[in-house]
């Protein structure tokens, strides 16, 4: 008994110890806590951290940059690109490039000090949007909306082709002129000369047969052939660039500005008293609007559009602005129209050849009772 209980009591001292052993080596084998340990935490928080500048809201290309469009985030330093904006005051008084999103941080290529076509391009190449192109065509009252035309609206495009027929080999319009074709002769001295022609002005016709009396006659057409006219709106929607030619420098506004028009010599211009000052400027605007009769219009079409305007306009193909209504973004899907159309659409019947008319006869009306329009135009051509 006395033996067992030496073994038992030998075996808990040899457990303590094996157990004291494992307590000793992980003491030692945790890691020693660092001097710093208990303010890392302080130190995680002081990274260094630089402002940079962020739109606030949306700016659209072009416009002049105010302190109220922007704003200032911290980013980590080393997220910092050397282009980014680190100063509102870098931006403020210039003008967006391009469109820029609310909450883009803004770099330096974003922004420039003026929109000069010497240096960094022209304000309206601002206006146009990425993928389209500007193109001018000509207009007049008819054609441009009576002048009603502006800057940011948007029109649609009609245009009117005059077709003829064409002769294949010549590529000339028909009907072919005749010509006389004098058979081979011999000379005096029995040379023998070749076919001659000789052009002359009848058109080509065709032959034909009186069923009364039974003669043989030719036709030829009294007058060129006349072209087939349809009609079409081609370009549904297209924005207006501007009207009128585009100020070419601040000379002429330099000039208009000066005391004395900006030239040497010349008296300077009377101050009107503060009472006339409205009706004289009221009168300017008329004026202006009287004589600045723009014969221009700037368009932003597509690339394909812009090569099909300028093709119209090597072929002298009549054009016409149809002015949209605001915000109007609506599809338009319109048939092409020719005088078969307008007939069969309207109800337009053919008159019948009837044995009796009135007077006057058509195309002989009295000038008065004819539009102003219409007694204007001879005048106006």
Not at 79 to 88: E, H, Y
């Amino acid at each position: 008994m006395k033996i067992g209980r030496v073994l038992i009591l030998l075996a808990l001292i040899l457990l303590f110890a094996v157990l004291a052993l494992v307590f000793w080596m992980k003491r030692n084998a945790a890691p020693k806590p660092n001097a710093g340990a208990s303010g890392g935490g302080k130190a995680a928080q002081q990274v260094q951290t630089v402002k940079v500048v962020v739109a606030a809201q949306p700016i659209k290309r072009g416009t002049k940059i105010t302190e109220n469009m922007l704003t200032e985030v911290e980013l980590p330093a080393d997220k910092v690109i050397a282009s980014q904006v680190t100063n509102p005051k870098q931006v403020i008084g210039k003008r967006a490039v391009r469109d820029l999103p609310q909450g883009m941080f803004l770099t330096k290529a974003d922004v420039a000090e003026k929109l000069s076509v010497s240096s960094e391009g022209s304000l309206a190449a601002l206006q146009i949007a990425p993928g389209s192109v500007a193109i001018s065509i000509p207009m007049d009252r008819l054609s441009g909306v009576a002048y009603a035309v502006r800057p940011g609206d948007h029109v649609a495009i009609i245009a009117s082709f005059p077709f003829v027929d064409v002769d294949p080999d010549f590529q000339s319009v028909l009907p072919d002129k005749v010509g006389v074709v004098y058979p081979p002769q011999t000379s005096e001295k029995g040379q023998t000369l070749t076919a001659g022609i000789e052009a002359s002005d009848v058109y080509l016709g065709h032959g034909t047969e009186d069923e009364k009396l039974g003669v043989p006659f030719y036709l030829i057409p009294s007058e060129p052939q006349r072209p087939r006219l349809v009609t079409q709106m081609i370009i549904p929607n297209a924005a207006v660039l501007y009207v009128g030619e585009f100020p070419l420098g601040q000379k002429k506004k330099q000039e208009e500005e000066a005391p004395n028009g900006g030239k040497p010599g010349a008296k300077p211009r009377p101050t009107p008293p503060p009472q006339a000052r409205g009706q004289v400027e009221e009168e300017n605007t008329e004026e202006m609007q009287v004589s600045n009769k723009p014969d221009i219009v700037t368009l932003i079409v597509s690339p394909q559009d812009a090569v099909t305007l300028k093709y119209l306009l090597d072929r002298h193909v009549s054009l016409t602005l149809a002015l949209r209504a605001a915000d109007d973004n609506a599809q338009i899907s319109t048939d092409a129209v020719t005088l078969s159309y307008i007939m069969g659409k309207y109800g337009v019947v053919q008159p019948a050849r009837l044995p009796y008319d009135l007077e006057p006869a058509v195309g002989k009306m009295p000038q008065s009772q004819k539009s102003p329009e219409a007694a204007q135009a001879p005048q106006e051509r």
